[in-house]
């Protein structure tokens, strides 16, 4: 069986056995990566040397759109969906498992970023001004950022946030889901989906305190005590794309005088704090 045959069918197995981020992430992996080097294998003629190539390639010019390198992790996540297919393959059909000896990159090393004390209290303080103000819009965006670091909350948790997770009597905000572009097949384009959080841990109620109590009831006075199903960083009953968020919270930093790093780095900050 022609490789790229048995990934389009393993794919339609997969739509509706994982979440629709997991299955996007296989889609765009094997659309652009494993399909340009292997997809034209018959399956039992993939063997070590078939992969090492492949891996050499995506080493060399993996990214389709730039011709440049793919990072390790990239490379390892190709690696290991092109055997985890062939395994599959080889199982609906009781035959031998095959093994490969292939040479990997070595994994990564990231220094994980965190802000600093100073740069921590420019946001806050930041913050503090548009929750004074009378911009209710730009304070909806400001304190998402606030959840971000003091909260520790992902980005596409708080783009998904309602009014309705928080409960102010007990001092605790709900977390049951997140928000993300998905992109489905070539031509087909993507939407934003509001789904279950990133793991089974994701769902979790997660205790505020002082800062974050002034954020949000500054926040709800402003907006004028908002419904239950409204999201907090839009204000509206529509919800926030991540991406477009991000770029939010960038413009933010900069005007904050703070370095510009990944909203990510937030919840880096409040876990070293913690």
């Not at 509706?16 to 997809?39: F, R």
């Not at 880096?268 to 704090?273: G, I, L």
């Amino acid at each position: 069986m022609i490789f790229q045959d048995w990934l389009e069918e393993w794919l339609q197995d997969k739509k509706n056995e994982v979440k629709p981020a997991t299955y996007s992430s296989y889609l765009l992996a094997i659309e652009n990566h494993l399909i340009p080097i292997l997809g034209g294998y018959e399956i039992e003629e993939i063997n070590s040397a078939v992969l090492q190539e492949a891996v050499n390639k995506w080493a060399k010019e993996g990214n389709i759109k730039t011709n440049q390198p793919l990072s390790s992790k990239s490379i390892r996540e190709n690696y290991g969906l092109a055997t985890r297919t062939i395994k599959a393959y080889c199982e609906k059909n009781k035959m031998p498992i095959i093994t490969y000896k292939v040479k990997l990159p070595p994994r990564d090393n990231f220094d994980i970023e965190t802000f600093t004390k100073e740069e921590q209290k420019k946001i806050i303080l930041k913050i503090n001004l548009a929750c004074a103000g009378k911009r209710v819009k730009y304070a909806c965006k400001c304190v998402g950022i606030g959840l971000g670091l003091c909260a520790g909350l992902r980005i596409g948790e708080v783009c998904a946030i309602k009014w309705g997770n928080i409960d102010f009597e007990n001092r605790t905000i709900l977390i049951d889901s997140t928000a993300q572009r998905i992109s489905g097949k070539k031509g087909e384009g993507s939407e934003i989906v509001i789904g279950n959080p990133k793991t089974s841990n994701g769902f979790r109620t997660i205790p505020f305190n002082a800062t974050i109590e002034f954020f949000l009831l500054s926040l709800y006075e402003l907006c004028n005590h908002p419904g239950k199903d409204i999201y907090i960083v839009t204000n509206s009953n529509k919800c926030r794309e991540p991406r477009t968020y991000e770029s939010t919270y960038k413009t933010f930093l900069r005007k904050a005088g703070v370095k510009t790093r990944k909203f990510h780095c937030l919840r880096h900050s409040f876990a070293t704090k913690a």
